[in-house]
């Protein structure tokens, strides 16, 4: 793969991860400007809703059309949505062009290992196991302190804004850097597949993002978003069992490594986001460090995804054995939650950042595996469908895992505030306000604050607990990956 590809992948990967990561640090400035603070969170909502469902249609139309085409168009989408989400007048305008730049970015991101499958073969593919993890890393560092400083020193909208030199310079890297390799078979697109997935799991997704945090689980409409989901569900995996050429072809799970690796995917992917959205909120609550203080602590996990999936990619390369290393990388990933599970009511830095770095070790450890190990069991044929598989596996895992954590969360912080905080010392609490606000928490008398950041820390522990057998579940599916020879060419 020559640099001018490799640069533009890299650019185009950047885009959706820094605007995700630095829209989070800015979103009080974005309500005090376009809207209220309990509306924020639509912004997050419609981006993931977009993203999830649009990332396998844009696998198999890569496979039909050829992927440049559909690369390009991905980046495109996102450039120009991210222009006029800069540029939005009114909240609803911002959310249509979050909409917008979910589609884009759930091209950029099928797309992506795809493109590298065209250009390097397997045996050598894990040259680049690094690409994905590394970027990601580095934008969930750097995005909340891009995103905070442009918010408080300039504005907002720079954040968007800003994505449209660097697309515009992506698109160039890429618009002719590299073949459109189409399948150049007669191959028909299954329309009625593709909009039962997008209604079906749209409706999954948002009932999931928007239970017990905007919306309450017992809404009507969140349990008709589930009940209505599901039962398009099925008759979306009855559309594509019948289907001639289906937008995702069920029958690759038959294939022992798909299979394998798409389960191991989805558990990580549904505790691997916990540590980022729990650990640095109790190390403010319960230490009442800084924001900048706490976000340090998942320094450690950015490091270890770095340089484990730098290593774990060249002895891939090497040995052609890629059997071992999810199974590795789930193992110390349960037990990076281990650590963090066991933290006390003085938590420890030395314990904390073993407890982050093993986390990163381990996702570095496993995480570009899965790719790699799918890839390489279909006909090159398939590879953007079951790329988009593992990426749509690891998506769906992310938003289920967040809405169940936080479900856990809540009902264990009403438990264990109950346990620690005398009843007649419980009237006039509100657990709502004292999930996620520090000022409620910090607001209280002291005696009550110190057994409320008590209750807190236990919640988040168990949290924790959760993530850490989601980790043993995933190692589990892990073991049962069998090993095929990587192939040495890009063809079959």
Do not use: C
């Not at 968007?160 to 160039?172: D, M, V």
């Amino acid at each position: 793969m020559n640099r001018r590809v490799l640069a533009g992948l890299i650019l185009a990967m950047a885009l959706p991860a820094l605007d995700l990561m630095a829209l989070g640090a800015a979103a009080p400035e974005v309500a005090g400007d376009l809207g209220r603070l309990d509306q924020v969170a639509w912004l997050f909502v419609s981006y993931q809703l977009a993203l999830v469902v649009s990332v396998p249609l844009y696998g198999k139309l890569g496979d039909l059309k050829g992927r440049r085409l559909v690369f390009l168009s991905s980046i495109i989408v996102f450039t120009f949505s991210s222009l006029l989400a800069g540029l939005a007048w009114s909240f609803p305008v911002l959310v249509l062009s979050r909409v917008a730049q979910g589609l884009g970015g759930g091209g950029i991101i099928s797309q992506t290992h795809a493109v590298i499958a065209d250009l390097v073969p397997a045996r050598e593919r894990g040259r680049y196991a690094w690409l994905t993890p590394t970027v990601w890393t580095i934008a969930s560092f750097l995005g909340p302190v891009f995103g905070g400083a442009l918010a408080e020193h300039a504005s907002w909208r720079w954040i968007f804004l800003l994505n449209l030199p660097f697309g515009l310079l992506s698109i160039w890297f890429v618009r002719d850097a590299f073949p459109n390799r189409a399948s150049g078979e007669v191959r028909s697109f299954d329309l009625p597949g593709a909009l039962l997935l997008v209604l079906s799991y749209g409706a999954l997704v948002f009932s999931v993002s928007v239970g017990g945090d905007l919306l309450t689980w017992g809404d009507p409409v969140v349990i008709v978003g589930l009940a209505g989901g599901g039962v398009l569900l099925l008759a979306f995996v009855a559309q594509e069992l019948r289907s001639i050429d289906p937008v995702m072809p069920l029958a690759m799970l038959r294939i022992p490594v798909v299979r394998s690796s798409a389960a191991t995917t989805f558990f990580i992917g549904t505790v691997n986001f916990l540590a980022v959205a729990f650990l640095p909120l109790m190390l403010q609550v319960v230490t009442g460090m800084g924001s900048t203080a706490a976000g340090l602590a998942l320094l450690p996990t950015t490091f270890g995804i770095a340089i484990t999936s730098t290593i774990v990619g060249r002895l891939v390369v090497r040995t052609g054995h890629y059997r071992i290393w999810p199974a590795i990388g789930s193992a110390v990933f349960a037990g990076g939650y281990f650590v963090l599970a066991s933290l006390g009511p003085d938590p420890r830095t030395a314990v904390v950042w073993l407890g982050t770095g093993l986390l990163g070790l381990g996702m570095g450890a496993g995480s570009p595996v899965f790719m790699l190990s799918m890839q390489n069991a279909v006909p090159h044929r398939d590879v953007g469908v079951v790329s988009a598989m593992a990426m749509f596996a690891r998506n769906t895992g992310q938003a289920f895992g967040v809405a169940l954590a936080g479900a856990l969360f809540v009902a264990r912080l009403s438990h264990h505030l109950d346990r620690l905080v005398p009843a007649e010392r419980m009237a006039g609490l509100d657990i709502d306000d004292l999930r996620g606000d520090i000022d409620a928490i910090r607001a209280l008398e002291p005696e009550v604050e110190a057994l409320a950041a008590d209750a807190f820390r236990l919640a988040v522990t168990d949290v924790f607990t959760f993530a850490a057998w989601g980790g043993v579940i995933s190692l589990l599916a892990a073991l049962t990956i069998p090993q095929l020879p990587l192939r040495e060419t890009i063809d079959d």
